[in-house]
């Protein structure tokens, strides 16, 4: 038996699955009533008075518990509301309350606001991990739910599409939304035609207490530092796509570089036309752009990021091993912790006579940092453990570039799923695990299709992939 080239898979004892996961579901209760200590239980009492209610919170937090044990560190009791709940749905909910200054933000809100804000952030999402990481809760302040709702899906969809923009011009409210466009191209051809502008108004506003400029006051300030060359490339992404230029240029800088080799969409001519935007230096070119209102836009930019993250997805999907039974060398046993064995499958990934010379897979290696973290007795429960800590670090290897680890426990991936590749880099990604990802998080990745990931890497190449998937109603 060759020792190289080798996958191991455990047999599948259905019988002992079900047993264990019973037993761990009670191990799990018994750890998270022994979190529950006199000060959370007096929270619990002090905030929700009714004691059906009272029973009603502690259960689901002995549940939440179950699955990360920190939660205490992060928790605002007051979201466990059943109202919460209910406008949430439980692994959404379970990932907010992750975040300290979300749950803040989200407790601002009256009822009417919650409604709006659940909404934006169900509306046409693609992933709502992302929607949630870039939607702000004080948007929903003047956006009437029930106006919102009642608009016909065009004009819905233009409005919550320049909502979750992020653009300096702000809907302040739904009357605003048919001359909205408008107003901003008209305030963005007077940057374009005049970029000293900016610099006057700019310091009207700090300087002069009878005048107040009409353009939005935070786009003077990021203009204000720009060349009159960058002001232009701002005012005429701004005024087409509702972005920054700093919103423009990660979105290139992440996408746009085998853009030509994923599917095309919507979303990838926004990254042909932004690229052209940035790449131009003559201002007399620029001016010449069409900034007339393309619906198409509101459609391309709403998902951008996650449709992007998708598309690179899908050109993995098409490369990544598949475990075949005529790849199979022979069984081994193993010792497991207190005298437990258990028998693993090997498979040659270059074919049972070494004669397949390409497999490419998704690998990740149980060390590095954060080594002592791990459970090495017990895999599977050391990948099913209750922290916060939802991303796994990975590389992407192949025949002709396999990767160099220390003498380690390695898991190997057969397949990726939509929503579940959050940062890409041919290099040293320099992760971290956040509750939700940004649209500024893209400084720190570079999507590439699978085969250009290997050619352009050097030592290694580093994939951040969500580790705890929705299943069953819980993460």
Known sequence: MNANNQLVKYKNNRIKKFVVNILNKIRGRYIS?????????????????????????????????????????????????????????????????????????????????????AYLLNYKVVDI??????????????????????????????????ILSNSEFRLSNLNELDDYYEK????????????????????????????ISHFPFDLLYEMNQLSDLDIVKYAIVEAKYGMSLEKAKLLCSAFSKNVNEIEQSEDTRIIHELKAILKEEDIKELRKIDLGEDFKNYVGTINIIPNLKNAYIHKYQETLYQIKEEDYIGSQSIKLKKRKKADIKIYNALGKDND?????????????????????????????????????SCSYIGNDFLGVVYDNYLLAFSDITENELLQSKNDDGATVDSAFYHWYDLSESEFLTPRNQINSSKIYNELLLERKIEKDGKL
């Open 33 to 117: 009533s022994s979190l529950l200590d006199e000060n959370v239980i007096s929270m619990i009492h002090q905030k929700f008075p009714n004691e059906w209610e009272q029973i009603e919170v502690k259960e689901l937090l002995e549940d939440l518990l179950t699955r990360n044990r920190g939660l205490l560190e992060t928790l605002d009791i007051r979201m466990l509301h059943k109202d919460m709940v209910s406008l949430f749905s439980k692994p959404t909910l379970e990932r907010i309350i992750t975040d300290e200054p979300l749950q803040r933000n989200i407790l601002e809100l009256s009822q009417e606001e919650l409604r709006t804000y």
């Open 129 to 162: 991990n992302e929607r949630i990481g870039n939607l702000f809760p004080f948007v929903c302040k003047n956006i009437d739910i029930n106006e919102l709702q009642t608009l016909n899906e065009a004009d819905r969809l233009k409005a919550v599409s320049i």
């Open 184 to 211: 901003r191209r008209n305030m963005c051809e007077e940057i374009i035609n005049q970029p000293d502008i900016v610099k006057q108004e700019y310091h009207k506003d700090l300087n002069s207490e009878n005048e």
């Open 356 to 392: 397949k010379a390409d497999f490419n897979m998704i690998l990740t290696s149980l060390g590095g940092i954060y080594f002592l973290n791990h459970n090495y007795d017990d895999l599977k429960d050391d990948w099913d453990r209750a922290d916060k800590n939802h991303t796994i």
